[in-house]
């Protein structure tokens, strides 16, 4: 028996690749499909399941794709509804892979059609539970994304403790857990770093699996504090459920190269966004005007989904040379399948052809200490927690996700600074401000990191005004 787990740390995403006698199964697969199938042909097996918790939100599953190219079988757990061929199993349904099994069980609560999978060894004995979003590492899915009708999202949270008493926590201690994702994920609220557990360790850790806790303290503490969930989630749910065009057409389409006059006469005559994904000290040296940063050294693709919104809108890129399908492939995990193009050569071309450029202003967090008597205008874009925890006291909390919510709070004339924790965030949110026409905004390098170094003032104390 082989169980691989597969991470993807820029989605805190992980696949699962098992193997048993020949026979593989995968859980969760990303998009692109290849490597799954390449492994197992390294392992002379052939994938016969294809295991999906839940329908995803944050990301495009590979499940459909998958399915086509190797006549492997679907399989959801019971209640879900899709418009293609898949396997809608029972609660407690068996399903053999080589010397082992896998056992689904239905714990609704993250979703009405959310199952774990129990894999049972050779010898029948219960060995791991993949547990998709229902149980993370240190918290459990949000129950807020998958509201119809009359069910709330404490009716969910309802349905998520009895999954969690009746299917999760009477399994032993020494069971495996595998989640579906790790710290950085929207999915939930407090998920640990490490990605691998136990039920045991969970139990002593999981504030959501306090033994004596009761229903009502468990759907308060897990509901409270739940923040929007991006823009692109209900538009994953339905490609996840209606079916998606192969990644292998979409980076086919999309990859075109463009001089920088081809590029510049499509920015003008549609209403594609330029996004620029170079690192940020790159794109503040200079960048085409109106171009939005989103660089791919941070968490990529979910910053592109809460920041753009609509999965449908045309998109030219502007990449280092050479990453240019990495950048289409990374763009299509969420959803994002309308690339029409990218500038052939980066960013050099643009400026070879002698193109209006623009560059974005920055400080130094010492700097910005020497004007402290001055009462600069300085806008903290960290996430409310990072902001609650510690912050100059000068800093107005603005937290990137909810940029747009925030746009009159920014001058219009006067000079004012931006930064987060490190400079990854600040940079975004200081493109989008100067695309929106504010070009008096001033990025902190180095961001919270560098100004805990200096003499500026800082405090935990929370504007109520910034609570959202």
């Not at 099994?101 to 029948?124: F, Q, R, W």
């Not at 538009?235 to 999309?254: A, F, M, P, Q, T």
């Amino acid at each position: 028996m082989k169980i691989e787990q597969i991470y993807t740390g820029c989605l805190a995403q992980g696949a699962y690749y098992i193997e048993s006698n020949g026979e593989v199964a995968i859980i969760d697969p990303l998009r692109e499909v290849q490597d799954y199938i390449d492994r197992a042909a390294k392992d002379n097996a052939k994938i016969k399941y294809i295991f999906e918790t839940h329908f995803h939100a944050d990301f495009v599953s590979g499940h459909v794709t998958l399915a086509e190219k190797t006549d492997a079988k679907i399989v959801f757990g019971p209640t879900a509804k899709t418009n293609f061929d898949a396997l809608i199993a029972t609660d407690n349904q068996v399903f053999s892979l080589g010397n082992i099994t896998i056992t689904v069980l239905h714990t609704p609560g993250h979703t009405m059609e959310s199952a774990c999978y129990l894999l049972k060894d050779e010898n029948g004995k219960d060995h791991a539970l993949f547990s998709g979003d229902t149980l993370f590492l240190g918290d459990v899915g949000r129950p807020d994304l998958a509201q119809k009708g009359d069910i709330t999202e404490k009716d969910l949270a309802g349905f998520l403790y009895e999954s969690l008493r009746a299917k999760v926590m009477t399994l032993a201690d020494d069971v495996i857990v595998y989640p579906a994702h790790g710290a950085g994920s929207a999915c939930g609220k407090n998920l640990s770093k490490e990605t691998v557990g136990t039920i045991g360790n969970q139990k002593k850790t999981n504030y959501a699996l306090r033994a004596n806790m009761t229903k009502e303290e468990f759907v308060k503490e897990v509901t409270d504090g739940l923040l929007p969930p991006p823009a692109y989630f209900p538009l994953n749910v339905k490609l996840n459920r209606e079916g998606y065009e192969n990644i292998e057409d979409i980076i086919k389409n999309s990859a075109k190269p463009l001089s920088a006059a081809e590029f510049e006469v499509i920015a003008n005559e549609t209403d594609a966004v330029i996004l620029d994904v170079r690192h940020q000290s790159e794109f503040s040296k200079g960048f085409i005007p109106q171009s939005i940063f989103i660089g791919l050294g941070g968490t990529f693709a979910p910053w592109v989904g809460a920041l753009i919104k609509d999965i449908k809108q045309a998109i030219l890129l502007v990449t280092p040379i050479g990453e240019e399908e990495k950048t289409i492939t990374r763009l299509s995990r969420v959803g994002f399948d309308n690339v029409i193009g990218y500038l052939d050569g980066s960013f050099e071309t643009w400026k070879k052809a002698g193109k209006e450029i623009d560059v974005l202003n920055s400080i130094s967090a010492i700097e910005l200490s020497e004007k402290i008597n001055q009462k600069p205008i300085v806008f903290d874009v960290r996430k409310p927690g990072e902001y609650q925890s510690e912050h100059a006291f000068i800093a107005e909390n603005t937290p990137l996700d909810y940029l747009n919510d925030y746009i009159t709070q920014f001058p219009e004339k006067e000079p004012f600074f931006v930064h987060c924790a490190g400079g990854y965030r600040s940079v975004i949110a200081a493109s989008i401000l100067k695309a929106r026409g504010f070009h008096n905004v001033i990025d902190i390098e180095g961001g919270f990191d560098a100004i805990q170094k200096t003499s500026i003032e800082k405090t935990a104390y929370v504007c109520p005004s910034t609570l959202k």
